[in-house]
């Protein structure tokens, strides 16, 4: 719907993290929460349009050239312009070392190989993200092996993929990118060659907190129709949320939503913060919203009953838009182990 992300755009929000002195709102990761929680609250495939430039944008901020700076903030800030972080590829989700997107170096340029998939904003972003594996030895480790590029979607060679039939977040525009013999110029590198990996994994600390803001909107929404239909609805000669069992699992839902919202503010002050345990405390965020949104929204079709599993009541919609939230950025599963390594590490650290 490109008259609400224009509407967005003019307000401001496609570009929230941009400096000041380009025209952005330098809002930090609390700023960003509360706004992933609103928009998500209202549609999270128009959200995942709006909020999924914050990531490539990102990586510029903490790593770009001032040339690059120059090119992309001011390119965002004069037209509607969107973007796309190209790091997942069909073989390569959670195992982000599997990348096999390759960049090889000729001279003053990169040539660009590979496919990317499931990509935000694929087939209608202005310029990408990507991650491309620049060491040719598969035995190198993935601190050194990667390398980041911010690539025109005009390059020769970039074939957009059509939009993918998604169970949920359909609003949003998500397609494969494949990339052949695209050139790119060295200067397009953001940060250091071989420091692409180093940077995807920080931005995914930064960013995690977000998604486990998308998780409370979502969840809070499913209480709030929650409620509204339990009021409404009677059964027995009396609202269904007079009925203990009904009335227990909003209390439920209440309890879940308020846990992960305090998880996401509490990991989102840590990265605002520079705090060395963001990365332990976002995936605990993430994870905890993740999981609860996808309960909230499995219990508000049950209180709905049949209606809720119609196109006709919003719960259905909902949960498909749940779902994905188990998935990307880290699946609730990798989340788990990184909370618990995280953990291990600091009792190794503090001797115990």
């Given at each position: 719907p490109t008259d609400i992300l224009r509407e967005a755009w003019e307000l401001g929000l496609t570009n929230t993290v941009l400096p000041k002195h380009y025209g952005g709102m330098e809002l930090g990761a609390v700023d960003l929460c509360i706004i992933a929680e609103?928009?998500?609250?209202?549609?999270?495939?128009?959200?995942?349009?709006?909020?999924?430039?914050?990531?490539?944008?990102?990586?510029?901020?903490?790593?770009?050239?001032?040339?690059?700076?120059?090119?992309?903030?001011?390119?965002?800030?004069?037209?509607?312009?969107?973007?796309?972080?190209?790091v997942t590829e069909p073989h390569a989700g959670s195992d982000v070392n599997a990348i096999k997107t390759r960049a090889e170096r000729l001279g003053d340029e990169f040539i660009l190989n590979g496919e990317k998939q499931w990509i935000t904003n694929g087939g209608v972003a202005n310029w990408y993200f990507v991650l491309a594996r620049t060491d040719p030895d598969p035995k190198q480790r993935a601190g050194k092996a990667f390398t980041g590029f911010i690539v025109d979607a005009d390059t020769k060679g970039i074939i957009k993929g059509s939009k993918e039939s998604m169970m949920g977040q359909r609003a949003s525009n998500t397609a494969s990118v494949t990339?052949?013999?695209?050139?790119?110029?060295?200067?397009?590198?953001?940060?250091?060659?071989?420091?692409?990996?180093?940077?995807?994994?920080?931005?995914?600390?930064?960013?995690?907190?977000?998604?486990?803001?998308?998780?409370?909107?979502?969840?809070?929404?499913?209480?709030?129709?929650?409620?509204?239909?339990?009021?409404?609805?009677?059964?027995?000669?009396?609202?269904?949320?007079?009925?203990?069992?009904?009335?227990?699992?909003?209390?439920?839902?209440?309890i879940g939503v308020e846990s992960a919202r305090l998880a996401v503010y509490k990991a989102a002050w840590l990265v605002d913060s520079g705090s060395p345990k963001a990365g332990y405390?976002?995936?605990?965020?993430?994870?905890?919203?993740?999981?609860?949104?996808?309960?909230?929204?499995?219990?508000?079709?049950?209180?709905?009953?049949?209606?809720?599993?119609?196109?006709?009541?919003?719960?259905?919609?909902?949960?498909?838009?749940?779902?994905?939230?188990?998935?990307?950025?880290?699946?609730?599963?990798?989340?788990?182990?990184?909370?618990?390594?995280?953990?291990?590490?600091?009792?190794?650290?503090?001797?115990?």
């Open positions: 609103e928009l998500y609250y209202a549609c999270a495939g128009i959200g995942a349009s709006l909020t999924i430039n914050n990531i490539p944008l990102l990586t510029i901020v903490l790593a770009g050239s001032d040339e690059l700076k120059h090119e992309y903030f001011n390119r965002m800030t004069r037209e509607l312009v969107l973007s796309a972080y190209c990339f052949e013999d695209c050139r790119v110029p060295v200067g397009n590198v953001v940060g250091v060659i071989g420091g692409g990996f180093k940077l995807a994994m920080r931005i995914f600390d930064m960013t995690r907190p977000g998604v486990g803001a998308v998780g409370v909107g979502i969840a809070q929404r499913c209480v709030d129709e929650s409620i509204k239909y339990a009021v409404e609805r009677k059964t027995m000669g009396q609202p269904i949320i007079a009925h203990q069992a009904v009335s227990n699992m909003i209390a439920d839902m209440l405390m976002a995936s605990i965020a993430k994870c905890l919203a993740a999981d609860n949104a996808n309960k909230c929204a499995s219990d508000a079709v049950q209180i709905y009953g049949g209606a809720g599993y119609c196109q006709d009541y919003p719960v259905e919609k909902l949960m498909r838009d749940a779902k994905i939230l188990q998935i990307y950025e880290g699946t609730s599963q990798i989340q788990r182990q990184i909370i618990i390594k995280s953990k291990l590490d600091q009792l190794a650290t503090e001797g115990l």
